[in-house]
Each structure stands twice: as structure tokens, then as C-alpha cells.
């Protein structure tokens, strides 16, 4: 007959419903802690992506029109609008633009390049030959544009902004600089970037 050992029994124990469900909880508590430290984290990885995205189109731009600008051999000269898109011939280069137009699948071109001053596209900016290069990147837009001479400098302004319509602040006033609303949910999907530089023109 097999003697059993009741004390050895009752010392050999497993966890408890009542400790099981406080690890449970505890380890719960944690996962919601690491998960939202995870979820900021790629908020600001990606909200910091698209600063410099932007800032980089804008930098591209204004140094792109100014080397052009300044070792043209003729002045620049704006065109005539064709509707709502505007032009600038700088150095024999077609810079034809739209502003305020989000680049989205239905508008894929805000602010195009191309090397024929002479036939200036019209409303909608459609690429009609395999020379013409849209400028911006996807969700960009272009606010401002601006070339004003005094003498022999030209000053170059560019603004272009990342975001869809929605993320920028309604209450600034026509005119005035467009700029990202305070909500820290729309502001990751939002960037604006403004240069500006003054060329004098060495031919």
C-alpha cells in the first residue's frame, strides 16, 4: 500500500485565481503604457518626416529658380495667366503654378516645369510632353510665388505646405501666411515651409 505524504501535498502549490488575475493586470497596464509611448513615438517620427519633406521641396525650389535666375542670360518675365494657373519664364524655363491646390490623384500638378515658354498650359495643369517635371511631392501645395525685382536683385519668395485642407488654421485671413492649426492630431499630418532669397544676376 502506497503511503501519501499529506504535508509534501500541501506545500507543492500552483498561482491563485486572485494572483493570476492581478499579473494579468499588471502585465495589461504595461502593454497600454509601452503601446501608447509607441503610438507618440511614430506620431512624431512621422509628423517630423513631413517637416522635412517639405522643408526640402521648398529648399529644392527656391534654389532651382535662383540659379537660373542668376546666370540667365535674359531677364525673367511673368506671362499672362491662363484662368487660375500663372507663369514666370526664368532662364528659357516654363514654371507654370497653381496656388492653394492640394496635389491629390484629381490634381497632380501645382507647380510645373518645363523648357517651352512659349506654349503655356491652361486650366487644369496637365503634362502634355515627356520634358515637364511637377515639382512637388504628393499632399503638397504651393501658397506662395513671388519674384520682385528693385534694380539689379530679384527677391524669390516660396511657400509650400504639407496637409490637406482640413489641417491648416480657418481663421487666418486671405492674404495672410497660411499656417498649421493647433490640434496636435492634425499637425502631424501638417508642415508649412516659407523661403525666401535675394539674386542679382551675373549676366
Not at 116 to 133: I, K, M
Amino acid at each position: 500500500m502506497i503511503k501519501l505524504n499529506h504535508k509534501k501535498l500541501r506545500s507543492v502549490g500552483g498561482f491563485t485565481i486572485v494572483e493570476l488575475l492581478v499579473a494579468i493586470s499588471v502585465f495589461s497596464i504595461m502593454l497600454l503604457i509601452t503601446s501608447g509611448v509607441m503610438v507618440e513615438l511614430g506620431r512624431q517620427f512621422y509628423k517630423t518626416v513631413v517637416r522635412s519633406r517639405t522643408q526640402e521641396v521648398s529648399r529644392s525650389v527656391v534654389e532651382e529658380i535662383a540659379n537660373n535666375l542668376q546666370y540667365s542670360a535674359s531677364a525673367p518675365y511673368e506671362l499672362p495667366a491662363s484662368g487660375n494657373v500663372m507663369h514666370w519664364c526664368i532662364a528659357g524655363r516654363l514654371y507654370s503654378y497653381i496656388l492653394d491646390q492640394e496635389i491629390s490623384p484629381t490634381t497632380p500638378n501645382v507647380l510645373l516645369r518645363s523648357s517651352d515658354c512659349l506654349n503655356p498650359p491652361s486650366e487644369p495643369l496637365q503634362r502634355t510632353s515627356g520634358d515637364q517635371v511637377e515639382l512637388l511631392a504628393e499632399s503638397m501645395r504651393l501658397t506662395e510665388f513671388s519674384l520682385v525685382q528693385d534694380g539689379k536683385a530679384w527677391y524669390i519668395s516660396v511657400t509650400v505646405a504639407h496637409g490637406d485642407d482640413e489641417t491648416f488654421d480657418p481663421t487666418v485671413a486671405p492674404g495672410d501666411p497660411v499656417r498649421c492649426r493647433a490640434d496636435a492630431s492634425n499637425s502631424t499630418y501638417c508642415a508649412v515651409s516659407s523661403l525666401s532669397t535675394v539674386v542679382v544676376r551675373k549676366l
